[in-house]
């Protein structure tokens, strides 16, 4: 190396494998070069479906219920009700995933995870279809952002009503009938915001997240958030992603956050020293990590991961970023 890297600000997704979302982060991690953004570990364990559910559940956080496919011939555990979504293992943007994903009986079941399997070569994962609204909450620093709520309903006539591959790639195509209502903050009482950004912080720093995260969740009717999936390396777009979207209803311009991206990860190498803004920041720029809140086992959700006696059924269990 023939000059001096002060910082890389990564955004590379890698360029294939199942861990290739650390590629980059490792080479940098090798030549001691600072980056910003999560470690090569966090970004590899996050892109794994099923290994990050494995974390969620161990530490209380409510997540659907689900097993790991090794093969399409795996029988489905009884634990598991309909409707079911099918979803590749490794893979993110929606990759995978169509309408007809969601099923709702073991023929449809057995197509959606043959086809998967086959064309994405890898695990497959099915977990429970939560009911509710999609939410997304972001997390910067160590501090909660006003979450997003992504409303589905004026999308019916398309037949996508949730976050599909289709519904990422063309959100905001009127011809299509993509157009869902973004609502942030979201349309959540004080206490359900409280409860969901709760659920987000204690996701970002389960999976040992750095400086931002989108974690990717599903409000049950009866008020319980349910995890889908963490987002260490978010889109930045400010024309198409979710991320500013939530920065910018905290009132942070685009060049105001890509500058606090910076600004945390140089505190953290310790190549900046501001006075925080927080007591959490401080935490996070010192790479103090406050340790995950379990849940009390009368508050853990009963429905987080198949009882231990089909543990094993869970270890045998992209096109664009927003």
Known sequence: MTHRVDLVFNIAEGTHGAHRESQVPAILESL???????NSITLALALDKAKTKHILASEGIPTPPWQLFPNPEMALSPR?????IVKPNREGSGKGIWRESVVGDEASLRRQVTQVYHRYRQEVLVEEFIEGKEL????????????????????????EFFYSWRMKEFQGDASLGLMPAMHCPARLDAATTARVQDVAVRAHRALGCTDLSRTDIRLRSDGTPFVLEINPLPGLSPLDSNFPVMTTAAGLSHQALIQRIVALAMIRYGRLHPAPSSPADAADAAGQRVAPQRMAPSQEPSACVPARE????NAGTQEGTR
């Open 310 to 313: 089909d543990r094993s059924l």
């Open 80 to 84: 598991l009700s309909f409707p079911l």
């Open 136 to 159: 997304t909450a972001g997390i910067l620093g160590q501090e909660p952002l006003p979450i997003l709520e992504i409303d589905f309903e004026p999308c019916r006539t398309s037949g």
């Open 32 to 38: 001691r070069i600072p980056f910003t953004g999560s």
